[in-house]
C-alpha cells in the first residue's frame, strides 16, 4: 500500500531550538498538506501546496513556522526558534488533485509528536 | 467562521452495541464532508459524503449527511473491540481552489468498546 512518509516520529527539543520536520508524499499525489494536532485544539491546518506550490498557510504562525517543497517528493515545516506552546503531533497529508475532487480523499501520514521542554 | 462539532465527545459501550455518532457543521463554502477513524496514528479514511439522504455504507459502518440540517451521522453496528478509536468529522469548504480539499476537523469522538 501506497503510504505518506514522515520523519522523525519523534522529537525531543529544548525551547528555542530549530525543529525540521520531514515528509515524503504518496507518488503521483500533488497535494500536500500539514496539519497540527493538540488536545485543546484538535486537528488544525497549517498550510497546503499544490504542484509544490503554496495555496494556504493562513493557519500558520509566519514568524516563527515555515513550509516548503522542495521537489514534488519532499515537503518540510520548519519551527524556528521552537516554544513549548509548538508542542503537538504535526501531520502530513497528500492527496491527487484534479478536475474532479469528490473522490480523491486526503491520505495521511503517522505523524511526528513534537516536544519542546 | 467554519466549524465543525461532534457529539458526544466521548462513548463507552459493550461490545455488540449499535452506536451513532454526530457531526454538524457551520461552514461558508461546503463542498464534501469526510469521516475519518484515528486509532493510535494516522486518521485513516471511510467516508466522503456529497449529496443529502444518499447513504454510504461498508460493512458494519455506515453514513448519512443532511444538507437542510447541517449534519451528518455516522453509524456503527454490532460493534467490536477494533472499533474503539476516535472518529474525526471533516467538512471540505474549499472556496476556490479546484481539485484541493481544504478539511475543517470537528473535536472527535473518543469511542470505547469494553468486551
Same mark, same amino acid.
Given at each position: 500500500?501506497? +503510504?505518506?512518509?514522515?520523519?522523525? &516520529? ?25 496539519? &497540527? ?12 501546496? +499544490? ?12 514568524? +516563527? ?19 513549548? +506552546? ?26 511526528? &509528536?513534537?516536544?519542546?521542554? | ?104 476537523? !470537528?473535536? !472527535? ?7
Amino acid at each position: 500500500d501506497a +503510504r505518506v512518509t514522515q520523519t522523525p &516520529r519523534d522529537k525531543v527539543t529544548e525551547m528555542g531550538q530549530e525543529v525540521t520536520m520531514r515528509c515524503q508524499p504518496i507518488l503521483g499525489h500533488n497535494t500536500v498538506f500539514w496539519y &497540527r494536532q493538540t488536545m485543546m485544539q484538535g486537528l488544525e491546518l497549517l498550510a497546503y501546496f +499544490r504542484n509544490r506550490a503554496p495555496l494556504d498557510d493562513s493557519g500558520m504562525p509566519k514568524d +516563527r513556522f515555515s513550509a516548503e517543497m522542495p521537489d514534488a517528493t519532499l515537503a518540510t515545516l520548519k519551527i524556528q526558534p521552537s516554544e513549548p +506552546r509548538d508542542s503537538a503531533v504535526y501531520f502530513c497529508a497528500s492527496a491527487p488533485a484534479g478536475a474532479t475532487y469528490s473522490n480523491q480523499p486526503q491520505h495521511f501520514g503517522d505523524g511526528t &509528536r513534537l516536544s519542546i521542554l | 467562521e467554519d466549524k465543525v462539532v461532534q457529539s458526544p465527545l466521548s462513548l463507552v459501550v459493550h461490545e455488540g452495541d449499535t452506536v451513532t455518532l454526530n457531526c454538524s457543521y457551520e461552514v461558508t463554502n461546503f463542498r464534501s464532508l469526510l469521516w475519518y477513524k484515528q486509532e493510535k496514528k494516522a486518521p485513516t479514511f471511510l467516508f466522503m459524503l456529497t449529496s443529502s439522504g444518499i447513504e454510504k455504507k461498508s460493512g458494519r459502518l455506515s453514513s448519512i449527511l443532511d444538507k437542510k440540517e447541517l449534519f451528518s451521522i455516522l453509524n456503527i453496528t454490532a460493534t467490536q473491540t477494533g472499533d474503539s478509536a476516535v472518529y474525526l468529522c471533516a467538512v471540505d469548504c474549499d472556496t476556490w481552489v479546484q481539485g484541493a480539499q481544504k478539511l475543517v476537523f !470537528g473535536q !472527535g469522538t473518543r469511542l470505547t468498546i469494553n468486551p
